[in-house]
C-alpha cells in the first residue's frame, strides 16, 4: 500500500515476465461503481449536467455513483439514480461491464437499464451539483458524433444500447 | 501532491460549493493517453490481447498507450500502434476524445483511426506480453455483445465508428 484514501488507494503489485524478472507497478485500487441508463420513454434518455471538479469542466453524462462496502450494484444502481435524477425505476436491468482504464485502474462499471420511471424527488449529495436532462436518442447520438458529450462511460452505453 | 508516482500521481483538490462551503477530495492525474483503431482492410480491425496485471485478466482491446512528456497524441498514435502491433499507418485521423473515470482521475483519451497498414514488426516494451488478433468488425461487434470485450475504451472507440 502507497497511499490509502478516502475513495481511491494507490498500490504497488509485482509481475513476473516470461523471462523470469519481474516488474513493481502502481495500481489504482477502486471498489467499482454503476452507470444507470434511464428511460423516461421509448426515445427519451436522462442524461445530466454533472460539474467535474477533477477535470474542471461541466460534462454531460449517464447517472452513475461508487459502489458502497458490501453493496450489490443493482441496489447502488437503484439508490444512485434516485440521488441524482429523482427517478425510482421500476426495472433495472443489466447491460453490461466494462474496465475504465485497466492499465493502471481496477475500476470495473457495471451499466444497467432503468425503465419504468416514476418521479420521487432529487436528493443530492452536498458536494454534488447536477441538472437533469431529459433528451431525445437522436439528439444523444448527434452529442456524442459532435464532441458534446465526452464521456467514456457515457459514450459506451449509450451507443451499446442503440445499438443492440 | 498526496503521492507522486511513476506513471499517475494522487493530488488533494480544494473544490468550493454554492453554499460557499468547500471540501477536499482525491485526483488520480494521469498525462492523458492515446487509443488506435486499426483497419487493416475495409472490414477488419486489429485487436489485441492484452495481458493486464492490474485487473488480474487478459483482455481483449485497442492498442493504446500513455502520453510522453510534451508528445503529441498523434505522434504517441503512430509510435504505440507499430510498437504493440508492427504495423505502421500512412493515415491516422482522429475519431474522438473522451474522459475514462472523470469523477477521480483527469486521464483523457484521444482516439485515432489508422488506416493504409503496411507491416514492420512488433516492438514490445519488456513489461507488455500483447497478441495481435486480425478481427472482422461483425465478429467484434459480437464481442462487444457477448461479454467478451470488457475494456470501455474499446467499446467507446468500435462503436463510435461502426456507428458513423
Known amino acids: 500500500m502507497?497511499?490509502?484514501?478516502?475513495?481511491?488507494?494507490l498500490l504497488s503489485i509485482e509481475t513476473t515476465h516470461p523471462d523470469g524478472g519481474s516488474v513493481r507497478?502502481?495500481?489504482?485500487s477502486h471498489p467499482g461503481a454503476v452507470v444507470i441508463l434511464p428511460m423516461?420513454?421509448?426515445?427519451?434518455?436522462?442524461?445530466?449536467?454533472?460539474?467535474?471538479?477533477?477535470?474542471l469542466e461541466t460534462l454531460w453524462e449517464l447517472p452513475a455513483g461508487t459502489l458502497e462496502a458490501g453493496e450489490?450494484?443493482?441496489?447502488?444502481?437503484?439508490r444512485e439514480l434516485e440521488e441524482e435524477t429523482g427517478y425510482r425505476a421500476a426495472s433495472l436491468e443489466p447491460l453490461l461491464e466494462f474496465y475504465t482504464s485497466p492499465?493502471?485502474?481496477?475500476?470495473?462499471?457495471?451499466?444497467f437499464l432503468a425503465k419504468d420511471l416514476s418521479f420521487v424527488g432529487q436528493n443530492l449529495d452536498e458536494t454534488e451539483k447536477i441538472e437533469v436532462v431529459p433528451t431525445s436518442l437522436p439528439?444523444?447520438?448527434e452529442m456524442i458524433t459532435d464532441g458534446t458529450i465526452r464521456d467514456g462511460k457515457t459514450i459506451a452505453s449509450l451507443l451499446f444500447f442503440i445499438h443492440r
Chains 1, 2 share one sequence.
Do not use: K, M
Open 2 to 9: 502507497l497511499y490509502q484514501g478516502n475513495r481511491v488507494d
Open 25 to 28: 507497478r502502481e495500481v489504482v
Open 40 to 55: 423516461l420513454d421509448e426515445d427519451t434518455v436522462l442524461l445530466i449536467r454533472n460539474e467535474r471538479p477533477c477535470v
Open 72 to 78: 450489490e450494484p443493482i441496489a447502488c444502481a437503484a
Open 103 to 111: 492499465g493502471f485502474c481496477n475500476e470495473l462499471l457495471y451499466i
Open 139 to 141: 439528439s444523444a447520438l
